[in-house]
């Protein structure tokens, strides 16, 4: 069956250091691999994407994810946190229609 | 900018009752979908339309129905109101001749049914 899998649940970091939020698929075919950020009592906004090309993607906010085919993961990464990252992150396989949502990581950066 | 405007943030009903969640979207997207959100669950798709009147079920439609009479408005239906019902609804659209091109999503429609 085709999944995308958000390891942890919750993620906490410090101001300042680097963040990472884990994503791993298993899908048929090629994936096509977004994020999408939520923030508290919003809608799902989109940050970045890989389609095919370069692994490294940039995103939004000064974020960026990697496309390892090997690990078939897609990390979500940003040098350094902000308090105003926090918020909660979803990895997506989206091919049309079709979608598969991880269940969310929730991403806490402390002061 | 694309703008997904969900009628009601909040919204209190009784059980029984039959809600109306209204979305309407500004970019002319063919694609719009119904999703409701619950802790520990993530994202469920209820119902999507890639095009007017057109309808097909996600992986809950049960105690759902959908109507799409205009391009730009995509509207959800209890019939029946009940408890296990009380969700955040979202709404969100897309370009169906751009299958790569991202949602864009409403603000949500918190339910609550008493």
């Known amino acids: 069956a085709q999944s995308v899998a958000q390891p942890e649940d919750q993620v906490n970091v410090a101001e300042g250091n680097p963040l990472t939020v884990k994503c791993t698929y298993s899908?048929?075919?090629?994936?096509?691999l977004f994020w999408y950020v939520q923030y508290p009592n919003r809608g799902l906004q989109f940050l970045l994407k890989?389609?095919?090309?370069?692994?490294l993607v940039k995103g939004s906010y000064g974020f960026e994810a990697e496309f390892n085919k090997s690990q078939t993961s897609f990390h979500l990464k940003k040098p350094s946190a902000l308090v105003s990252d926090s918020a909660l992150y979803f990895c997506?396989?989206?091919?049309?229609?079709?979608?598969?949502f991880g269940k969310g990581t929730t991403l806490s950066v402390s002061s | 900018d694309v703008k997904v405007t969900q009628s009601s943030r909040y919204l209190v009903k009784r059980t029984g009752e039959k809600v109306f969640l209204e979305c309407v979207q500004d970019?002319?997207?063919?694609?719009m979908f119904w999703y409701r959100q619950d802790p520990g669950l993530g994202l469920r798709l209820i119902y999507f339309?890639?095009?007017?009147?057109?309808?097909e079920k996600g992986d809950i439609p049960e105690g759902y129905s959908v109507s799409r009479e205009k391009k730009e408005r995509f509207s959800l239906i209890l019939e029946s109101a009940s408890t296990n019902q009380t969700s955040m609804y979202l709404c969100?659209?897309?370009?169906?001749?751009?299958?790569?091109?991202?949602?864009?999503f409403g603000n949500g429609t918190r339910l609550t049914v008493t």
């Open positions: 890989y389609i095919t090309g370069d692994n």
């Open positions: 969100a659209s897309s370009f169906r001749w751009r299958p790569n091109s991202p949602l864009h």
């Open positions: 997506v396989n989206q091919a049309g229609t079709a979608l598969i």
């Open positions: 339309s890639y095009d007017v009147k057109m309808k």
């Open positions: 899908v048929s075919g090629n994936p096509y």
């Open positions: 970019m002319d997207h063919e694609n």
